[in-house]
């Protein structure tokens, strides 16, 4: 169409019209209507007020056989298409997805440990911070992870279930320093799980003075005798680094593993399926004596001690350690 002068003409709103601008005037100008003035026009001139843009002049629509807006309840149909369109879509991409990228297998199944929370209250990392204080053990619960083992931390019911409760769910239950009453039935949970399997490591040191930690482990004939603290080098069967110790509780029954001049402070026994582990030197593994943070770059001396605890639980969680009565 050749230019067309536009002189005091209406423009068209068209709203959710589904018809389209024939004509679309690009250098109209708008004004309010002067009521002021017989004929109601504003003067011609260019004011700030003024409105300008691409007012529509003409517009057309199809009607009938023409534009589906036209349809009563058009747009349920639209959006139930739409929403067809897309589910199909997104099935269709799941499937391909996964017929070119299988899950993984696993290799192996996922380890747990247990850290207790029923009968021992020592400091645990809250948001992962670390204090590095005598009586937190953060550090040793993160550097679990590091074996490919997850740590886990559970409780007692107040209530004595009639399953197994979660305390007693992982492959590995850690009880440090334990001081707590046991609660009702906790005792002998404790026994069924090692008969059927489980593993217990009882994390305990002269320094844990509230200790109730022959309660849980004398019914497996094993005791801890704390009276005796001479410090020296560890010696182990295995061989593990010799690392300082400090103080220690003498552990008396099972099958020794390690010892602090000549005295066991680390012994292992047997029970059904399982066993029990029980250390004696405990304190070498809180935060204060693990580099005091996890962002430490270890030095020598402190990769020792990471060693020894990396062991022990290797040890555990595979059956290795000496046990009385082991199969």
Known sequence: ????????????????????????????????????????????????????????????????????????????????????????????????????????????????????????????????????????????????????????????????PTDVPDAFSGDLLVLVYPNKPLPAGYGEQLEKYVREGGKVLVVDSPENQDSTANELIEPFGVSLDPSSRKSGALKTRAKWPAVPITTAATVNGGEPFAWLDERPVGASVACGEGSVTVLGFSSRFSDANMGVTGDLVPKDDMRAVYQVQFSLLRAIMERTLPEVGKK
């Open 1 to 160: 169409m050749p230019p067309l002068d536009f002189a005091i003409s209406w423009s068209i709103d068209p709203g959710t019209s589904s018809g389209r601008a024939v004509i679309r005037g690009t250098g109209l100008k708008n004004k309010w209507a002067d009521y002021h003035a017989d004929n109601y026009y504003p003067q011609p001139e260019d004011v700030a007020e003024m409105r300008y843009g691409a007012f529509v002049q003409l517009w057309s629509m199809r009607f009938g056989q023409g534009a589906a807006w036209g349809w009563p309840g058009a747009w349920l149909l639209l959006l139930s298409a739409g929403l067809l369109g897309w589910t199909s879509a997104a099935l269709g991409v799941h499937e391909l997805h996964r017929q070119a990228m299988h899950p993984p297998q696993a290799e192996r199944p996922l380890q747990h440990v247990v850290m207790d929370r029923a009968v021992c209250d020592c400091k645990l990392p809250t948001n992962g911070f670390i204090a590095g204080k005598n009586d937190e053990f953060g550090i040793f619960e993160r550097w679990i992870l590091r074996l490919g083992y997850f740590p886990v931390r559970r409780t007692w019911p107040e209530t004595v």
